[in-house]
């Protein structure tokens, strides 16, 4: 945006042709790009909605595609309403700036935790590794391993074949769930049932079933190891998750005093990409007061902007 902003002044400054036709040109390809992404987005987010309702169920997670998806039809009919009607213009056009300074946050925020995504998502771990720790997730009919937990540890299994092919030492895998309410089991209990259905060997399975959530399943998982390890500086630890979870359980990996890299599941694209929205919100909400008080602020500096630009008398009164 810097360099964007610095080339537009320097074409003004020097009214160089050739700057000004290469500044055209970048807009026009910005603008081509922003346009072709909000409809790509729109038409992702009724995708994953009506897939995900029509195989996963309705449940207010779920909604939370659908919801992005009305909310980029909503900005798009204010954005032409402010366009078209010249008599409202000034009204709307103020309510626009604010709604697309907020946005521009939340898309700046949004795309730190994709770029965060990603970077986890294509990291392949050394093959020397001591513990591999599985997060649970729910179970069918209170006992039966998920098509989602079973990718969570087919992607733990994988490392754990690989690195007992090459080092002939595999890593223990510590499998990490406690029981829910709806559940017969504890998820660890059902996760080390498939692991052994798969060929590991009983004595490479830890089982963790204390854990409620993400957090603790770090810090109970912890507390397995260290009752292990005289020394846990040099140990070198992974978790498996799903891929659009890695990234926060790494937050919370850290937040449990655990040192620990994470690899990703893949998960189907319609399931993936409503989970990933579902993240950020959570990211968000862990630093709602930071958040909050920043929108604040660039409400605040937009809204006085504004109103010296439509009432320019105000500045002249203090000059």
């Not at 992404?37 to 029509?54: M, P």
């Not at 309705?58 to 309403?81: E, H, P, Q």
């Not at 059902?190 to 993400?214: C, P, R």
């Not at 998750?241 to 790494?250: D, I, P």
């Amino acid at each position: 945006m810097i360099s964007g902003l610095s080339l537009i002044m320097l074409a003004s400054e020097t009214g160089n042709p050739f700057l000004f036709f290469l500044v055209v040109i970048i807009g026009i390809i910005v603008t081509l790009i922003l346009l072709t992404g909000v409809f790509i987005i729109l038409a992702i987010s009724f995708y994953s909605a009506v897939t995900l309702l029509r195989k996963e169920g309705r449940s207010k997670a779920n909604l939370l595609s659908l919801l992005v998806g009305i909310g980029i039809l909503l900005w798009l009919f204010l954005g032409m309403v402010s366009f078209k009607n010249v008599e409202i213009n000034d009204v709307l056009s103020v309510i626009m700036l604010l709604v697309n300074t907020i946005l521009l946050y939340l898309l700046l925020i949004f795309s730190n935790f994709i770029l965060s995504s990603f970077i986890y998502g294509i990291y392949r771990p050394l093959l020397r590794q001591d513990y591999i720790i599985v997060l649970g997730s729910g179970l069918i009919r209170g006992k039966t391993v998920s098509p989602l937990l079973a990718g969570r540890i087919d992607r733990a299994l994988k490392v754990y074949r690989r690195q007992a092919a090459r080092k002939k030492n595999p890593p223990m895998l510590i499998m990490s769930g406690g029981k829910g309410g709806d559940e017969q089991i504890a998820e660890s209990e059902a996760m080390k049932q498939y692991a052994l259905e798969q060929g590991i060997s009983e004595d490479h399975i830890l089982v963790e079933d204390q854990s409620k959530n993400t957090y603790e399943n770090m810090l109970f998982s912890r507390r397995i190891i260290e009752s292990r390890e005289q020394d846990m500086k040099h140990l070198r630890i992974l978790f498996s998750t799903s891929n659009y979870h890695v990234f926060r359980a790494s937050i919370y990996a850290r937040k449990a005093n655990l040192k620990a890299q994470g690899i990703g599941a893949k998960t189907k694209f319609y399931f993936w990409y409503n989970a990933l929205l579902r993240e950020y919100v959570a990211i968000l909400a862990m630093h709602k007061k930071t958040h909050i008080i920043c929108v604040l602020i660039l409400v605040v500096i937009v809204g006085l902007a504004s109103l010296l630009m439509h009432n320019p008398e105000i500045v002249t009164r203090f000059i």
